[in-house]
C-alpha cells in the first residue's frame, strides 16, 4: 500500500483515448530503429557479398532442422553474387530427410531469421 506521499506523486490515468493517433516522437523513433530498414523479403533477396553476418543460418519449418554456413564458406562454394534466398533453399535440398515424391511436398520449408 501506497503511504499518502507516494500516491500524491503518483502520475493519474491517460487523458488521451485509446484510439488516439499517437505522437509523431513515437513514429519518429520507430522509423529511426534499423529494423525498419528492410522488410523479411528484401533481406531473403540480399546478394551474399550484401550480407554483414559471419554465420548464414537457415532452418526448416517442416522438420525444424538448422543448417549454419559461414559466409565465407558460402561464397566460396555459390560466388558472392548468389542470393541469399537461393543459397539458402539449397543447403536445406541437399540435406533434406523429406522426400515423399511429390513436388508440392517434397523439401524442406525455409525460415529466415529476422535479425
Known amino acids: 500500500m501506497p ?3 507516494q500516491a500524491a506523486r503518483r502520475p493519474g490515468p491517460s487523458t488521451s483515448a485509446p ?7 513515437y513514429w519518429e523513433s520507430v522509423l529511426k530503429d534499423p529494423r525498419a530498414d528492410e522488410t523479411g523479403a528484401q533481406k531473403r533477396q540480399r546478394r551474399l557479398s550484401e550480407i554483414q553476418r559471419h554465420v548464414l543460418r537457415i532452418s526448416c519449418r517442416r522438420c525444424e532442422r538448422t543448417v549454419e554456413i559461414q559466409k565465407a564458406d558460402a561464397v566460396r562454394l555459390y560466388g558472392e553474387n548468389a542470393v541469399w534466398k537461393d543459397v539458402a533453399q539449397r543447403l536445406l535440398d541437399t540435406t533434406c530427410q523429406q522426400r515423399t ?4 511436398e517434397d523439401g524442406c520449408w525455409p525460415a529466415f531469421e529476422t535479425s
Open 3 to 5: 503511504t499518502p506521499k
Open 19 to 25: 484510439d488516439a493517433p499517437l505522437p509523431a516522437e
Open 101 to 104: 515424391g511429390r513436388h508440392e
